[in-house]
């Protein structure tokens, strides 16, 4: 909360806490995609990458799609192996 408005940032962080709350996986892979790409667009790199690595390890949980190419971004930035899916 800014100034005694709730951001973008408290939204998204909301809508993870339910999503962990109701065990979505696929919606946990979704935010955490989305909050890496709202770090990344701050320039904060190493919370763009912490966010990847949760939606990462969510979507190999859940056998997303959405692994390959968040394992790249993660290897693109020098934070995990490439894997062959």
Known sequence: MEN??????DRLDQALLAAHAAQDLSALVHLYTAAADTAASRQ???AACFYLTHAFVFALEAGAPEAPVLNKRLADQGRAHLIDF
């Open 4 to 9: 005694g408005r709730v951001t973008d940032t």
């Open 44 to 46: 904060d790199h190493d």
